[in-house]
T-cell receptor, first 115, second 118 residues
Framework: DTEVTQTPKHLVMGMTNKKSLKCEQHMGHRAMYWYKQKAKKPPELMFV???????INESVPSRFSPECPNSSLLNLHLHALQPEDSALYLC??????????????FGPGTRLTVT | AQTVTQSQPEMSVQEAETVTLSCTYDTSESDYYLFWYKQPPSRQMILVIRQEAYKQQNATENRFSVNFQKAAKSFSLKISDSQLGDAAMYFCAYRSGNSGGSNYKLTFGKGTLLTVNP
């Protein structure tokens, strides 16, 4: 099973709402990633978790709050977002963050619209 | 810092023909990995092929092959016998092989949108 799943597929939220994105993998991977992708642009790394601990935060605003409850699950909590945060949010996982030869497997993404 | 350049924002190819997508990169490192990812309109990013910098032999995966020119820092993707399902955005990506530092990070090019005409 080489699948990374993400829910929901689409999310529309107001600027005062609180919502969460969910990502799950059952490949036994110990590294998980959140990316933000604007239309017709490459993905931009947001966060990296290694062995359930946050190891990298790419200077992401605090209105985005990641959480890794266990080795298979990664959440991204959203609060007080701005319209410019509207994007495709991709989750990825890899066997280990330290070994660059390990492939990153991507999920299908959550299309977020902030109104 | 490493950079990845894809100079072709869009390309088109006739079904069953061959197309080559270009990618160049800039790095001072000797140990690194290069990847081509495909992102169809369904959005899921899929790894197409990868190349380890220490390997001289060009990687191949079925109809996909690369031309890796380390000295020229070039990493082009050739798609043979193009199929309608090959239509997608293709991203070239670089990852450092050095321990520590930013080797966790994939540096992507801006992408090439490939259209396959029937």
């Amino acid at each position: 099973d080489t699948e990374v799943t993400q829910t929901p597929k689409h999310l529309v939220m107001g600027m005062t709402n609180k919502k969460s994105l969910k990502c799950e993998q059952h490949m036994g991977h110990r590294a998980m990633y959140w990316y933000k992708q604007k239309a017709k642009k490459p993905p931009e790394l947001m966060f990296v978790y290694s062995y359930e601990k946050l190891s990298i935060n790419e200077s992401v605003p605090s209105r985005f709050s990641p959480e890794c409850p266990n080795s298979s699950l990664l959440n991204l909590h959203l609060h007080a977002l701005q319209p410019e945060d509207s994007a495709l949010y991709l989750c990825a996982s890899s066997q280990d963050v330290a070994n660059p030869s390990y492939e990153q497997y991507f999920g299908p993404g959550t299309r977020l619209t902030v109104t | 810092a490493q950079t990845v350049t894809q100079s072709q924002p869009e390309m088109s190819v006739q079904e069953a023909e061959t197309v080559t997508l270009s990618c160049t990169y800039d790095t001072s490192e000797s140990d690194y990995y290069l990847f081509w990812y495909k992102q169809p309109p369904s959005r899921q990013m899929i790894l197409v092929i990868r190349q380890e910098a220490y390997k001289q032999q060009n990687a191949t995966e079925n109809r996909f092959s690369v031309n890796f020119q380390k000295a020229a820092k070039s990493f082009s993707l050739k798609i043979s016998d193009s199929q309608l399902g090959d239509a997608a955005m293709y991203f070239c990506a670089y990852r450092s092989g050095n321990s520590g530092g930013s080797n966790y990070k994939l540096t992507f090019g801006k992408g090439t949108l490939l259209t396959v005409n029937p």
